[in-house]
Nanobody, 120 residues
Framework: QVQLVEFGGGLVQPGGSLRLSCAAS????????MAWYRQAPGKQRELVAA???????NYADSVKGRFTISRDNAKYRIYLQMNSLKPEDTAVYYC??????????????WGQGTQVTVSS
């Protein structure tokens, strides 16, 4: 099974920047799409940005032009560069990976989440 660990959350002022990292480890036949989700208090978890193994990306409308997702396949890592942060970006951010196990079964792994707080 693939395990995911997120790094880089914290407290930042409005207009500031943060860079989140997610490291994948474990054994799998392949790791395909990876993504960042977030969940604010009292709200459902939502997709922030996703990236395929080939590097194609898509973003939630609320973060387009401010956030950038990237991927290092050699290191099994993805990143989320967050600029021009707003208080409404405050949430727990989760990394997700769609993987295929050695027996070719598909599954999704989740990280434990990292808190991002945007406040003055």
């Amino acid at each position: 099974q693939v395990q995911l660990v997120e790094f880089g959350g914290g407290l930042v002022q409005p207009g500031g920047s943060l860079r989140l990292s997610c490291a994948a480890s474990g054994i799998a036949y392949s790791i395909n799409d990876m993504a960042w989700y977030r969940q604010a208090p009292g709200k459902q978890r939502e997709l922030v940005a996703a990236i395929t193994s080939g590097g194609s990306t898509n973003y939630a409308d609320s973060v387009k032009g401010r956030f950038t997702i990237s991927r290092d396949n050699a290191k099994y890592r993805i990143y989320l560069q967050m600029n021009s942060l707003k208080p409404e970006d405050t949430a727990v951010y989760y990394c997700a990976a769609d993987a295929v196990a050695l027996d070719r079964a598909s599954y999704r792994s989740w990280g434990q989440g990292t808190q991002v707080t945007v406040s003055s």
